[in-house]
């Protein structure tokens, strides 16, 4: 299989093992073409026989050893190149995170994984790598670096995690967002950022009536446009570009803010009743 591979995907192995590694292109290229282009074996080579300490951007010195060390710690034992779920909440604890909050999220965005629930060993090393984090303990000191960065919605680091989140999330193989996921991580991500968070997660329940199963990736990209752009509704303008579900969600609120003045103006009148009785 290895051996049938294309230049262009050898050239991005070549890449991805530099990225972990720091060696130059032609030890990555003979180093992977000796293991037969398999990148995680080649890199465990590397570890194994090359304790090599190489200084990441930030210009920290990081043992790269010790980063394989840690990720060995919480490895699953039947698939060790695999973190699974059990191993990433067991390594949520070590950091005092929960496994459903948003550093977690943010960290997932870091090591650029790919799945949810899942860090394969090579974003495990590369991630830890660029964070410059060599041990949990130096991971937990970052997370509060890590969250600043993410705290204003309207950051270029907020827009690349909320859009890493789509791909992140979905069920492998599926275009579109299960309306549940998407709900969830909506308020892992929004909370205390978006004005409307509350009345979001009751109108995705269904509390209009309609039953919505996904959510397609132009919708949750705009839906980040409408969480920086409206604090009142009535700045929507539903001639606008906005999404049929955007639309829907704004026919909602305003309907909800009617029934609840109807509700209050009741209620005033039938105090006013019994104060003259």
């Keep these: 299989m290895y051996n049938r591979l294309k230049n262009s995907e050898k050239d991005n192995l070549v890449k991805q093992f530099q990225s972990v590694t720091q060696v130059d292109a032609k030890e990555a290229r003979d180093i992977l073409r000796k293991y037969n282009w398999k990148l995680d074996e080649a890199i465990d080579y590397f570890f194994t026989n090359q304790n090599r300490r190489v200084p990441p951007s930030s210009g920290h010195r990081v043992d790269r050893k010790a980063i394989e060390n840690v990720f060995r710690n919480y490895a699953n034992p039947d698939k060790p190149d695999f973190m699974f779920a059990d191993e990433i909440i067991r390594f949520c604890a070590d950091l005092k995170l929960d496994p459903t909050s948003l550093p977690v999220l943010v960290l997932a965005w870091k090591f650029k994984a790919k799945r949810q629930c899942v860090f394969t060993k090579t974003e495990f090393l590369e991630g830890m790598y660029e964070l410059g984090c060599d041990s949990i303990d130096k991971l937990r000191s970052h997370v509060p670096t890590l969250m600043s960065e993410v705290e204003n919605c309207k950051s270029d680091s907020f827009k690349q995690l909320y859009r890493f989140t789509f791909g992140y999330a979905k069920d492998e193989g599926k275009k579109n967002l299960d309306i549940d996921t998407a709900c969830a991580y909506w308020c892992i991500l929004l909370e205390n950022k978006f004005t409307f968070i509350d009345l ?63 509700t209050q103006k009741t209620s005033g009148e039938g105090e006013e009743v019994m104060q003259i009785g």
Excluded at 213 to 222: A, F, G, L, M
Excluded at 228 to 257: C, H, K, M
């Design 200 to 262: 979001w997660r009751l109108f995705l329940s269904g509390a209009d009536g309609k039953k919505r199963n996904t959510i397609p990736e132009d919708t949750w990209n705009v839906t980040l446009d409408f969480v920086n752009q409206i604090s009142s509704f009535d700045q929507y303008d539903t001639e606008g570009a906005w999404p049929t579900l955007l639309d829907e969600f704004v026919e909602f609120a305003r309907w909800t803010e009617q029934e609840r003045q109807k």
